[in-house]
């Protein structure tokens, strides 16, 4: 009986999809959370929007950086 | 050289290769280091359309503005009342021109991106927005130097009222995250937006091209269906095309501010007072 021959695949675009998929799962429910709680404060104070917004952006920043990595991330595999 | 050089057969939707749509051949100098291709081009083209906008509005600024000076004035205000004022107070109003033509400049080079026969956002190669982003990391840590010596490191890496063990957990962190990803993640941040967006535009445009024209070329009616069927895709993307070119619209303007803002928090992050 001859061995069965499986083609070898190349997995890495599947594998650079995976890394940039699963690393944006995480921080989308950061910035969802994060810009809901922000908007929830506007609403209730409006007059510390501007703060509130400058602070926003800030943990944005912190945030989407790892969705940036996973991005970065997806082009160096 | 248009994303439209991409050929395909007819009846067959054409391969994209990234290559195609980020790399150019060089126009001037090839084979040198001063090797000038179309994206230098679009940086030179996007400086001077950001210093004709500025010196059209304000070389002859008239007391009563016209149409043009209040529209370029509502930008500066902008970045005025709502970025500097805001973030870092009366103290920052040094940074406007800085942080304007900044602004300005990333604004111009994104909308080349939706800009019929350029059709290439200026900041999707990474060069610009890395050089952007070691301007922003010279500027907020020349900022803080500027305001409180070399005691900014100090204030920069160790926060007060911290225990001594916590501090060898604390300090690599800080150090990382102050001078290493804040830049990183500004240059990324606006190269992965603007790229992403110029390859979901030039799949909806190949598409458009590849269902609508390249399938009907060859139309007989024993494929009457399957032509009828892509067609109507077609016209989905064309559709869709529209609607990605008001959403590039959005991105272009919405990176351009987030750039700015962010650069005005790390400058504020700078020479506030420690505390």
Known sequence: ?77 | MSILAVQAEPGEFPEIRLDDLFEFPAILFDGTVFAFNRMGLLYLLAAGITIALMLGAFLNAKVVPGRFQSAMEAIVELIRNNIVLEVIGPKGLRYVPLLGSMFLFILVGNLFGITPFINMPANGRMAMPAFLAIVTWTVFIAAGIRAHGLRYFKNALIPSGVPLPILFLLVPIELVSTFVVRPLTLAVRLFANMMAGHILLAVAFLATNAFLIDVNAGFTDAHFFVNGALSVMGILTLLGSVALIGFELLVSVLQAYIFTILTAVYIASSVEEAH
């Open chain 1, 1 to 77: 009986m001859d061995p069965i021959i499986v083609d070898p695949v190349d997995l890495t675009p599947l594998a650079q999809a995976l890394v940039y998929g699963l690393a944006a799962i995480g921080p989308a429910l950061g910035i969802g959370y994060l810009v809901g709680k922000a908007i929830e404060s506007m609403a209730r104070q409006p007059e510390t929007a501007g703060m509130l917004r400058t602070t926003m952006f800030l943990g944005i920043a912190f945030v989407e950086a790892l969705a940036l990595f996973g991005f970065v991330l997806a082009f160096i595999i």
